[in-house]
């Protein structure tokens, strides 16, 4: 089992910035990937950015490449969003995502979110 804990979400004007947090506990040591997504109102779940554990490497979607930085600190099981340049239809709740591989499979664990509103 993996805990997710994310934090940092708030109201900011549009423009501004906010930084989210994601920090993991339980079996950190089979996560090989961590991920945040994001579901507005009335809208399904999507993808923002992910991050590769050991490597590092990152990838975004379209809508917030180069707005937002996703980040990891191995030593705090912890990965970070950066977010720049918020505009409103980046209010959501964002939830953060930890990919575990097992013997058995690959398992995908939740956050409770958090959630961001940018206000115009």
């Known amino acids: 089992q993996v805990q997710l804990v994310e934090s940092g979400g708030g109201l900011v004007q549009a423009g501004g910035s906010l930084r989210l947090s994601c920090s993991a506990s339980?079996?950190?040591?089979?996560?090989?990937?961590l991920a945040w997504f994001r579901q507005a109102p009335g809208q399904g779940r999507e993808f923002v950015a992910g991050i590769s554990w050991s490597a590092g490497n990152s990838n975004y979607a379209d809508s917030v490449q180069g707005r937002f930085t996703i980040s990891r600190d191995i030593t705090k099981n912890t990965v970070y969003l950066q977010m720049n340049s918020l505009k409103p239809e980046d209010t959501a709740v964002y939830y953060c995502r930890a990919s575990l591989r097992t013997m058995i499979s690959d398992i995908d664990y939740w956050g409770q979110g958090t959630q961001v509103t940018v206000s115009s």
């Open positions: 339980g079996r950190t040591s089979g996560i090989y990937a």
